[in-house]
């Protein structure tokens, strides 16, 4: 009974930058994945970045995918059940449907170690 909402997407520049939110609800906070993926149209959903928290704010781990580094950021200033993706310099690459997702099990950018997603939010970059 997890459920994900993702709020944030629009359409920008090259060069622009998006804020991307998801909203979590029905799982206990300690020892938790949460992630984000990305899919564009003709192509496999890409893993962009997570996060493993436990017992409270902490991150312990951080995870980016090689084409979003230096670029994408997971806040460390989050609250609970509320994950955020800072996207700066943006490029067209980066257009794509997002997802957050939930895992109870294994982290990493890997799709089928998730189990619960969000409806998506789009970003077109152009």
């Known amino acids: 009974h997890v459920q994900l909402v993702e709020s944030g997407g629009g359409s920008v520049q090259a060069g622009g930058s998006l804020r991307l939110s998801c909203v979590a609800a029905?799982?206990?906070?300690?020892?938790?994945?949460l992630a984000w993926f990305r899919q564009a149209p003709g192509k496999e959903r890409e893993g962009v970045a997570a996060?493993?928290?436990?017992?409270?704010?902490?991150?312990?781990?951080?995870y980016y995918a090689d084409s979003v580094k230096g670029r994408f950021t997971v806040p460390q200033d989050y609250v609970k059940n509320l994950l955020h993706l800072q996207m700066d310099n943006l490029k067209p690459e980066d257009t794509a449907m997002y997802y957050c997702a939930h895992s109870t099990d294994a982290c990493g950018l890997v799709a089928g170690r998730y189990t619960y997603w969000g409806q998506g939010t789009q970003v077109t970059v152009s």
């Open positions: 029905g799982y206990t906070y300690e020892n938790n994945c």
């Open positions: 996060i493993y928290t436990g017992g409270g704010p902490e991150v312990f781990v951080d």
